[in-house]
């Protein structure tokens, strides 16, 4: 992890202020879209308006962004608009990670 994102891959805000909870070389994501995405992986309807409109359960991004796995590798992957894409397997340790610190 000597290579991160200083910025969230996916809503752009600063990791630093907003409080990293994932980061992949070159990839990172921050606790505010953990939250929005593990909302949309439970079929629930996120409040954050930014999120609900960034992130979506469909398949315009088949590889995971952090650990690259593909179709046929995950159960369920959330696609974003900016055409990356993170796992369940991510998503459930970001959030262990988001609570933890
Ligand atoms: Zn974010
Ligand atoms: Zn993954």
């Known amino acids: 992890m000597s290579v991160e994102a200083e910025a969230c891959s996916f809503c752009g805000s600063s990791v630093h202020r907003r409080g990293r909870a994932i980061a992949a070389p070159y990839v990172s994501m921050c606790k505010d879209c953990i939250a929005a995405?593990?909302?949309?992986?439970?079929?629930k309807e996120t409040t954050d308006p930014l999120r609900k409109s960034l992130f979506a359960l469909n398949p315009t991004v088949l590889h995971c962004a952090f650990c690259g796995r593909g179709p046929g590798d995950y159960a369920a992957l959330v696609s974003s608009k900016v055409g990356r894409g993170i796992c369940e397997t991510c998503?459930?340790?970001?959030a262990m990670l988001a609570q933890s610190s």
């Open 91 to 94: 998503l459930d340790a970001g």
């Open 37 to 43: 995405t593990l909302q949309i992986l439970d079929g």
